[in-house]
């Protein structure tokens, strides 16, 4: 994948919408999954959605009906849509390769990039 780079974080009131990109240099597996992962202070990692070359998507069941997982392999883009954002969304967000559908979690694989501050306000 290459570096992983991103952006599109911000300030935001609840209720509002963030669309994060992640920036990449394209894969060669035949089947892989890439998504994101988000850390507030003082609390553990979790993953928040997966996108896999088949096209199936998972998302956390906290954000699902709110955040959207979507890759523009032409472009070589990861993205986040985030809608109706809440304060308990905010927290660093993770680009990551290599994550697993089913739990959510990294891969044998896996790395991820520096990371963009996502904050909502109540």
């Known amino acids: 994948q290459g570096p992983l780079v991103e952006s599109g974080g911000g300030s935001v009131q609840a209720g509002g919408s963030l669309r994060l990109s992640c920036a990449h240099s394209?894969?060669?597996?035949?089947?892989?999954?890439m998504g994101w992962l988000r850390q507030a202070p003082g609390e553990e990692r979790e993953g928040v959605a997966v996108?896999?070359?088949?096209?199936?998507?998972s998302l956390a069941d906290s954000v699902k009906g709110r955040f959207t997982i979507s890759q523009d392999n032409v472009k070589n883009t990861l993205y986040l849509q985030m809608n109706n954002l809440k304060p308990e969304d905010t927290g660093i967000y993770y680009c990551?390769?290599?994550?697993?559908?089913?739990?959510?979690?990294?891969?044998?694989?896996?790395?991820w990039g520096q990371g963009t501050q996502v904050t909502v306000s109540s």
């Open positions: 990551a390769a290599d994550m697993l559908p089913a739990t959510l979690t990294l891969g044998g694989m896996s790395y």
């Open positions: 394209g894969h060669t597996y035949i089947e892989y999954c």
């Open positions: 996108i896999c070359t088949d096209g199936t998507t």
